[in-house]
């Protein structure tokens, strides 16, 4: 048992449940206000969601957005924050938040890093000062920062790799989440487990029974989508959810595909998140009921239907093809901010969708297609 449980301000119901599959209808209670899960969550890494206010944010339907503890920490620093108020007060978002402990950045700089059994060391890629990141640091940066949720300090293996090389990365992040518990001074945010291990089904199962044995809030998966393909995904996710706790929320981190996200929560996941809506957006790219449109080709530029005539976005119910593709030839910053606007709504509304799916028992009938593997 983890010392001084912060669960007191925390809750996790389970309402319903699909009678084929895992899949489950849950409410996540935050000191910030709760979260319908199954839910798709916006990532806001430097404590905005590109190109969005957070009233633009909150029309999208999102509940809860990411902010992230590395990229913080180098700008502004979380004594500027801290100086705010918080997070919440910093960007003007009244929801619940969370925020990564910035192991997956570490995995991202292999280049600049060294790891040791104390932490990690790295050259911030700002002015080339030297940084040291530990358990400790994580959790203290965190505090500061403030979210509802915050992330243990994990380590993330490349994909491929050894099964030795996993091993130990795996073992390292169970006794890094041995400090990050002691290190947490704060009971008003949830402090949650990251599964590791790879591809390697027995590094994932072991890794999962040493997290839940700490009998923290929530836990995630982590470590996947780092190169592996889809199907390895989907067997990790299978095989590692159903050790996690059935009362506690299950994350599975930066995953954000309508039929990684639907496997998954036939499996028992409830959150997800992924910087895919925006970063399509950036790119002149629509999400469009599972499709994905380059709004920039010619054939948009005199297309004057609305982006997607089922859509209740801000983007869809005032504006056309043809404006949006004017925008983004244009390269106007509204073209951007409407698309992230459309793509969040777009993901948002297909968890809705499956929750509402679940709570009718359809949801193994109306996501089928989904739900079978992807033909190669």
């Known amino acids: ?5 912060p669960t007191s301000n925390f809750s996790f119901q389970c309402h319903a449940q699909c009678s084929h599959t895992q899949a489950r209808v849950g409410t996540f209670c935050t000191p910030h206000g709760p979260v319908e899960t199954p839910r798709f969550m916006p990532v806001g890494t430097l404590a905005n969601v590109k190109t969005l206010t957070p009233d633009q944010l909150r029309s999208t339907g999102a509940q809860m957005v990411l902010a992230n503890t590395y990229h913080l920490h180098l700008q502004p620093g979380e004594e500027i924050i801290a ?8 960007m003007g ?19 600049m890093r060294s790891i040791s059994d104390v932490g990690v060391s790295f050259r911030s890629p700002k002015d080339g000062q030297e940084i040291q990141l530990s358990p400790e640091k994580a959790i203290a940066i965190q505090n500061q920062l403030g979210a509802d949720v915050i992330m243990a300090f994990d380590e993330c293996p490349p994909y491929p790799a050894s099964w030795a090389a996993v091993a130990e990365a795996t073992d390292r992040t169970v006794r890094w989440l041995e400090r990050c518990i002691s290190a947490h001074q704060r009971p008003d945010q949830a402090l949650f487990g990251i599964v590791q291990g790879g591809v390697h089904l027995d590094l994932r199962q072991a890794c999962a029974k040493s997290l839940v044995e700490f009998d923290l ?10 190169g592996e393909p889809p199907e390895l995904i989907a067997k990790i996710v299978q095989a590692t959810t159903p050790l996690l706790p059935r009362h506690k929320p299950r994350y ?45 080709n010619a054939r948009f530029r005199a297309d004057y239907a609305p982006l997607d005539p089922s859509c209740p976005c801000y983007t869809c119910t ?53 739900l079978a593997p992807a033909e190669n």
């Open 83 to 90: 100086g705010a108020g918080g997070l919440h007060q910093f």
């Open 318 to 370: 005032h504006f056309s093809r043809a404006y949006i593709s004017h925008l983004l030839r244009s390269r106007e910053v509204l073209g951007y901010t409407l698309l992230s606007l459309h793509n969040i709504t777009e993901l948002v509304r297909f968890t809705q969708r499956i929750r509402a799916a679940i709570l009718g028992d359809r949801f193994a009938i109306e996501f089928a297609a989904l």
């Open 252 to 296: 599975l981190m930066g995953v954000g595909t309508y039929r990684e996200m639907t496997q998954a929560i036939a499996a028992g996941i409830d959150l997800f998140d992924c910087v895919i809506p925006t970063r399509l957006a950036r790119h002149g790219n629509a999400l469009v009921q599972g499709d994905r449109w380059n709004l920039k």
């Open 93 to 111: 978002w009244p929801g619940p938040m969370l925020t990564d402990s910035g192991g997956f950045q570490v995995f991202s700089l292999s280049e």
């Open 217 to 226: 809030p929530g836990y995630a998966i982590g470590g996947v989508s780092v």
């Open 1 to 5: 048992m983890a010392p001084d449980s």
